[in-house]
């Protein structure tokens, strides 16, 4: 897992009208906060931040007025219209050693046995409990020759060392379906409908 260095500076100024404010400037607020201190209002550096957030689950060494601070994204609000538009930003600290539960991408590999087969991701992330300085950024799971009925529970997803769930070991994260054929309407259906009425 990469950390990415980002100076933040405090922010005085709260409110709908300083957070435009500090959008206007490419900057993005934010709060830091977690280990039972009072939340540190942020402004970030917008570009920085969003390339840093292309990572799930980005380490985030925050330098805030010369102290450094391990951080990770725990929520992220985006414009609606615009997702390269960062809006607010909550962080938590962390620190090395610390244990967090985070959500991180699950990811397939491999064809589907031959036929119409569809395959149905229940769960698009698998909860689970690493290390915060050795987070995972995704896991791979092989669905090759998988055939419809057949489905990947979350003790079958193979997990980095120091990781493990935290969710329920037989949830279903992914399943295969037979592909439904739409039936056609029968002839005449219509018709019939309409001589009864």
Do not use: C, W
């Amino acid at each position: 897992m990469s950390e990415v260095k980002i100076s933040a500076e405090v922010r005085t100024e709260f409110g709908k009208g300083a957070s435009r404010r500090v959008r206007r400037e490419n900057k993005v607020p934010g709060v830091l906060y977690g280990h039972g201190a009072d939340p540190v209002h942020l402004t970030l550096p917008g570009h920085e931040l969003l390339l840093a957030l292309r990572t799930p689950n980005v380490l985030i060494s925050l330098d805030v007025d010369g102290k450094t601070q391990l951080a990770i994204p725990k929520a992220v609000q985006r414009d609606a219209l615009r997702q390269g538009i960062l809006k607010h930003v909550d962080l938590l600290l962390v620190r090395s050693g610390e244990k967090v539960t985070v959500e991180i991408p699950v990811h397939t590999e491999g064809e589907l046995a031959p036929g119409s087969n569809l395959l149905e991701h229940l769960l698009n992330t698998l909860p689970v409990e690493a290390e915060a300085t050795h987070i995972p950024t995704e896991v791979t799971v092989s669905i090759a020759g998988l055939d419809a009925g057949a489905s990947i529970l979350a003790k079958d997803i193979p997990l980095p060392a120091g990781s493990k769930l935290a969710i329920d070991e037989d949830a279903v994260v992914i399943q295969v379906m037979a592909a439904q054929a739409e039936e056609a309407p029968a002839e005449g259906a219509e018709g019939d409908a309409s001589a009864e009425a």
